[in-house]
């Protein structure tokens, strides 16, 4: 049963850090795209960040180019979103989830071409 677990999220002043975590388990990592996405209340999920499987390519939001940084443990079997630089609009639930296999990462990834998610984890940017 494939499954995803994030971690990591918490209350963080403006300006501060995170490090989120997307544990899987099921299926083996290696083989496979993650993407991190975001929801803020009423607004729709968009995509914050992809990494490839095949050469670790990387894509960012612009909203988020710079501060965030995207990587992977494959020995881990985790995923891992460094957020720097908090700003209060970043305060969403964070969702990592799995394409297909074949996906390569685009620029702007959609939520439509992922097919397995985590349950999120709250990601609250306040002072």
């Known amino acids: 049963q494939v499954q995803l677990v994030e971690s990591g999220g918490g209350l963080v002043q403006p300006g501060g850090s995170l490090r989120l975590s997307c544990a899987a388990s099921?299926?083996?990592?290696?083989?496979?795209?993650i993407g991190w996405f975001r929801q803020a209340p009423g607004k729709e999920r968009e995509g914050v960040s992809c990494?490839?499987?095949?050469?670790?390519?990387?894509s960012y939001a612009d909203s988020v180019k710079g501060r965030f940084t995207i990587s992977r443990d494959n020995a881990k079997n985790t995923v891992y979103l460094q957020m720097n630089s908090l700003k209060p609009e970043d305060t969403a639930v964070y969702y990592c989830?799995?394409?297909?296999?074949?996906?390569?990462?685009?620029?702007?990834?959609?939520?439509?071409?992922?097919?397995?998610w985590g349950q999120g984890t709250q990601v609250t940017v306040s002072s």
């Open positions: 990494i490839s499987s095949s050469d670790g390519y990387t």
């Open positions: 989830a799995a394409p297909p296999l074949g996906y390569y990462c685009s620029d702007y990834v959609t939520a439509a071409d992922f097919d397995s």
């Open positions: 099921g299926f083996t990592l290696d083989y496979y795209a």
